[in-house]
């Protein structure tokens, strides 16, 4: 009996041996605030500017930050190289979006088809496609100087031309009710289950919310296709990304589910694209109104090689304006638009399922990489040794990067130039006629915007304006 007792023990710890050397891959997580009993990091979050607080546990943690509430763990990347390092290197892993509160993140089984057409849609070459648009766009933004959202033009062809327009209400609105319903969804993201629950039950808020905001959901998705379906029947449409896939130059036609996904895709251009440039144009005047001798010496450049009131600054004019893009890069760089990206998903090594977020604030504020973080400094990005370039941060990571980032990155360059080229933006006044400090709050959603602040906008190129013809 004893003699079949030692070969069996042996058996089971070289069993356990081999487990644990092929099949455990369970790695300890980096370390995070200390969690309690059942509810984990659940007190500590913080309600506003999230990534602020994230990038102080970072210096007390480590780059890598892990939370967790109830039995859900979130990792959070505090530094360039470890977002680049999971989410660059492994974004195989780290693609999948988590559970967008009332339904399952459709882009792991789409996700091929999606960021094909986004891909092909809003590259170099088909945004030069988009070039009239732009311009046209660029010329009611300056006449009104109201921060727009001009991303209907290149997702449907559509046209905004007032202040008031339908879509951008629409969009406006959309953006309104996902800030509401974001945080009842807070349980729904961390029990996916939840979603099944009757709408009456205490915790199903989020599906009370939502039946209510549904139509005009709805709305946002179905308007601007069924606008852009319309305008193509009709042979009056100006090329957009829903025309090229909708009446391509071959003459195939688009149905069933890949007509499914081009309208899902559309539709995630505009909304991606809807408050992200305009969250950058106010983060400018912002810092053009504090920072005036920054302001000036941008605007000299453009004096000196372009002409004063001479003509609108186009994309052909940007090598020979270094300083104005410097300007743009230092923006997007002081006040990154998506402060903590977009969540990704893990699949395997760090538990399925951990949500991994990359705080692209601390990156931006990493005094490694930007030597006094905190000061708003175009020249960082000049010269022959120029700091990292924001742009390989701000945009996210991986496969799912920003696709608008070229269209975004074009967009702005022609904003700024030209508000720069006709504007002089400078603090607002007080009824004593004396300056105001401008005293900013952040909107923390997923595109912040710096808000309550006001500032001078006083044209300096009359004529130029003057001659703009829309
Ligand atoms: C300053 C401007 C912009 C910034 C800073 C920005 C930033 C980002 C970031 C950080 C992400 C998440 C990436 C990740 O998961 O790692 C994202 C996703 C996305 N952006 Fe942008 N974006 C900007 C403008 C635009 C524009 C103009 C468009 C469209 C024309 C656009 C379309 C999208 C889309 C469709 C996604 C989702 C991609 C996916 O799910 O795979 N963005 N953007």
Redesign the pocket.
């Known amino acids: 009996m004893l003699s079949a007792t030692y070969p069996l023990a042996l058996l089971l710890v070289i069993s356990v041996l081999v487990w644990r050397r092929f099949f455990n891959t369970k790695l300890p997580l980096p370390p995070g605030p200390p969690a309690r009993f059942l509810i984990g990091n659940l007190h500590q979050l913080p309600e506003k500017e999230p990534w602020l607080q994230y990038a102080e546990w970072a210096k007390e943690y480590g780059p890598l930050v892990t939370l967790r509430t109830f039995h859900h763990t979130q990792l959070i990347l505090n530094s360039a190289k470890s977002a680049l390092d999971l989410?660059e290197r492994r974004s195989a892993v780290y693609?999948d979006?988590p559970v967008a509160g009332w339904r399952r993140s459709r882009?792991a089984i789409r996700?091929p088809r999606?960021?094909k057409m986004?891909h092909s849609g809003?590259n170099r070459r088909a945004t030069q496609l988009y070039r009239p648009t732009q311009d046209h766009q660029l010329r009611v933004f300056l006449r009104g100087l109201a921060a727009s959202p001009d991303?209907f033009m290149?997702?449907y062809g559509y046209n905004v031309s007032t202040d008031d327009d339908y879509l951008v209400k629409l969009v406006d609105e959309g953006a309104r009710i996902m800030t509401e319903i974001g945080q009842p969804f807070f349980y729904v993201q961390t029990f996916p289950i939840l979603r099944f629950l009757p709408s009456w039950f205490p915790l199903a808020k989020f599906k009370r919310v939502l039946a209510v905001n549904k139509p005009v959901l709805d709305t946002l998705e179905a308007a601007p296709n069924e606008w852009a379906q319309k305008a193509i029947d009709s042979g009056n449409y100006t090329e957009s990304?829903f025309s090229q896939y909708f009446h391509p130059e071959g003459g195939q036609v688009v149905h069933g589910e890949e007509m499914d996904i081009l309208k899902w895709?559309a539709a995630?251009?505009?909304?991606?694209?809807a408050h992200?440039?305009t969250?950058?144009i106010a983060s400018f005047f912002l810092l053009m109104s504090t920072h005036p001798e920054i302001q000036k010496e941008a605007q000299d450049e453009i004096d000196r090689v372009i002409g004063r009131d001479q003509r609108l600054i186009t994309l052909e004019d940007q090598k020979a304006l270094p300083y104005v893009s410097a300007v743009l890069k230092e923006v997007?760089r002081w006040a990154?638009?998506?402060p903590l990206?977009?969540?990704?998903n893990a699949d395997f090594r760090i538990p399925k399922g951990t949500t991994v977020i990359?705080n692209?604030w601390a990156i931006t504020h990493d005094s490694e990489v930007y030597a006094d973080p905190f000061v708003f400094d175009p020249t960082r990005h000049l010269g022959e040794n120029p700091q990292a370039d924001p742009f390989n941060f701000?945009?996210?990571?991986?496969?799912?990067?920003?696709?608008?980032?070229t269209?975004?990155?074009d967009?702005?360059f022609l904003a700024i130039s030209n508000i720069l080229a006709t504007f002089n933006i400078s603090r607002a006044l007080d009824a004593n006629g004396k300056d105001v400090e401008p005293c900013v709050e952040w909107k923390t959603s997923i595109?912040t915007m710096a808000m309550n602040f006001g500032c001078r906008i006083v044209p300096r190129s009359p004529d130029l304006l003057a001659s703009l013809g829309v």
């Open positions: 989410l693609s979006r882009a996700f999606y960021r986004l809003l991303k290149i997702a990304f895709t995630s251009i505009y909304t991606g694209g992200t440039t969250s950058a997007l990154p638009v998506a990206g977009a969540e990704n990359a692209i701000v945009f996210g990571y991986g496969r799912r990067v920003c696709p608008g980032a269209l975004a990155e967009s702005l595109v």
